[in-house]
Every structure is written in C-alpha cells, then in structure tokens.
C-alpha cells in the first residue's frame, strides 16, 4: 500500500517535471517542484496545454473525479478555453454539451465576480 502511494507520487512528479522542462509553467519559477505546486496546479496545466497522452496520463495518475473537479473549478468557466472546454467535455468528462453551456457558466461566472466587488 505505501509502496503503491510512492509509486504514484513518483509518476506524478514525472509529468510535473516533463510538463515544466517543456516550459508549460512558463509563469512560475523554472525551479518549481510538484510539491510545491500541487496537484491542482498541474491538473489545470495538463488539461489547459497538455496533449491527448499526456491527459490521459494524468486520468490514470489522479482518477476521472479528480480531473473533472479541477476542471470544473479552473478551466471549465474560462473564455478563452471556450473550444478546449468543449472537447473536453464531450471527449473525457462524456457530457453531451455544446459552446453554449460554457458561456452561460462564463457569465453566471462574472455576474458573480461583479456582485462581490460592489
């Protein structure tokens, strides 16, 4: 069980690493390490910039759940990821949903940002 925990952990850390030496993590310190960036982190990169293998990769290395609840929450309600969002709907999360669904979310989105602010 522990073996399979640090087994896990190496792999995640491989793909961090592989991921961060192609320069997706251009915005953070090319000295960055998966422990201090976090899981989340490399899950939105992976799925933001990563291709087909790689985020197939990390559906193996986190689970479905895992995925989609960083997805979700980072990338899902982001505009400029508007065609990206819906391959990755239909195509990993198996949602049956159009570009229409992401911009009623982007909206719902700002329209909460704004209340907060005033």
């Known amino acids: 069980m522990v073996e399979e925990k640090v087994e896990m952990h190496k792999a995640r850390v491989e793909l961090f690493e592989k991921l961060r030496d192609m320069g997706l993590f ?29 985020i197939g990769r990390g559906f193996e290395l986190f689970g479905k759940q895992k995925m989609k609840n960083v997805w979700l929450a980072r990338v899902a309600g982001s505009g400029p990821f508007l065609k990206l969002n819906v391959m ?4 990993f999360f198996d949602m049956d949903v159009d570009k229409d669904y992401f911009e009623k979310m982007n909206n719902a989105r700002f329209e909460k940002l704004t209340s907060l602010a005033s």
């Open 26 to 54: 251009w915005s953070y310190s090319k000295e960055m390490d998966y422990d201090r960036a976090g899981p989340e982190l490399l899950i939105e990169y992976l799925l933001k910039y990563g291709d087909f293998d790689d």
């Open 88 to 91: 990755l709907a239909r195509v």
